[in-house]
């Protein structure tokens, strides 16, 4: 989403200094042109910087908008939690699922929708 806000903030950017330097080309401009351009200057510098600002957040590892993030968990066992990020993919995952079998290893997969579409079978 990051990324359709750049986007749309580079557009109305590109957009908005063809029409005013169209109007200062075109002669003086006017009262009203004036604080157009400033409201559209605003305008684009808000979108831009909470366009930034949703980017940097989204590839944040301390901080979510939901849930809750757990980076430890109270047990009297000595454990380790193995988690995947990213899959299904083609190329690793039956090889690491082959493995985890063979050693008996628990593991959780946090799945992407663009693979899980390009793999539905190994989603599975």
């Known amino acids: 989403m990051a990324?359709?806000?750049?986007?749309?903030?580079?557009i109305a950017l590109v957009a908005g200094g063809v029409v005013l330097?169209?109007?200062l080309l075109a002669g003086v401009p006017s009262a009203t042109s004036r604080v157009l351009g400033r409201w559209a200057l605003a305008l684009i510098v808000g979108v831009a910087a909470t366009g930034v600002g949703v980017y940097k957040l989204s590839g944040s590892r301390t901080f979510q908008i939901t849930g809750q993030l757990r980076s430890r968990a109270?047990?009297?066992?000595?454990?380790v939690a193995l988690t995947f990020d990213d899959g299904p993919?083609?190329?690793?995952?039956?090889e690491v699922l082959a493995l985890l079998r063979a050693k008996e290893v628990?593991?959780?997969?946090y799945l992407t929708?663009?693979?899980c579409e390009e793999n539905p079978a190994m989603l599975r």
């Open 106 to 109: 628990t593991a959780t997969f």
């Open 3 to 10: 990324d359709y806000l750049l986007a749309f903030a580079s």
């Open 113 to 115: 929708g663009r693979e």
């Open 74 to 79: 109270e047990t009297p066992d000595k454990v």
């Open 89 to 94: 993919t083609a190329e690793y995952t039956d």
């Open 21 to 23: 330097g169209w109007r």
